[in-house]
């Protein structure tokens, strides 16, 4: 009789086919995302991959939004996580005036500011309309992590703003990135075929 192996295979499982595991564990909620998970696998590796190199990750929304910006902020660095707290803050915190910005002229002395605070540098992570005042501060940066409404554009994660369950989409997408994060930052996954 040969004798059973008990090793484990220590190597990470490969992000995309980890994402899609994920997806297909949620059921019948989280189907719409299958088809989509090409678009999410390679903008969520590249912002978890920011992240655990020391930058920054500002997060801003557009007005309608405001109450993502509060429940991603929340979700992100749980009290009682048990990982290390993420480089995740809120734009509108460090500057209360982005509506204000209008013009090339304040988006650089707004990204000088940001630069000075931020050495090990930054990225912004939006989710709104593509046309919102604000969607353009995010946009200025070809690094961001963008969640698009109405709107296609490279590296970013398009939604339709008239989608009934455009809410709950947003949710399940944070959770599903909030778990990203575990299993990249633990090793339990290998983004590097998807960047």
Do not use: C
Not at 167 to 190: C, G, T, W, Y
Request: no cysteine.
């Amino acid at each position: 009789m040969k004798p059973m192996d008990l090793t484990t295979d220590p190597s990470p499982k490969d992000f995309s086919l980890w994402t899609l595991e994920q997806i297909r564990a949620r059921g019948a909620a989280l189907s719409w995302m299958e088809e989509r998970r090409f678009d999410w696998v390679p903008i969520a590796a590249s912002a978890v991959e920011h992240l655990m190199s020391a930058r920054t990750m500002l997060l801003v929304t557009d007005w309608e939004r405001d109450w993502f910006e509060q429940y991603a902020l929340s979700r992100l660095n749980r009290y009682n996580t048990q990982r290390p707290l993420l480089p995740i803050v809120s734009l509108r915190s460090i500057f209360p005036y982005l509506d204000k910005i209008n013009d090339s002229e304040h988006l650089q002395l707004l990204e000088d500011m940001l630069s000075l605070a931020f050495p090990n540098d930054y990225i912004f992570f939006y989710i709104g309309k593509g046309s919102d005042p604000r969607a353009q501060i995010a946009k200025s940066k070809s690094d961001s992590l963008l969640w698009l409404f109405d709107e296609t554009m490279q590296n970013s994660f398009s939604l339709r703003s008239d989608d009934e369950d455009l809410d709950i989409k947003l949710i399940q997408m944070l959770r599903l990135f909030d778990r990203s994060v575990d299993a990249i930052m633990f090793s339990e996954v290998d983004i590097e075929s998807v960047l």
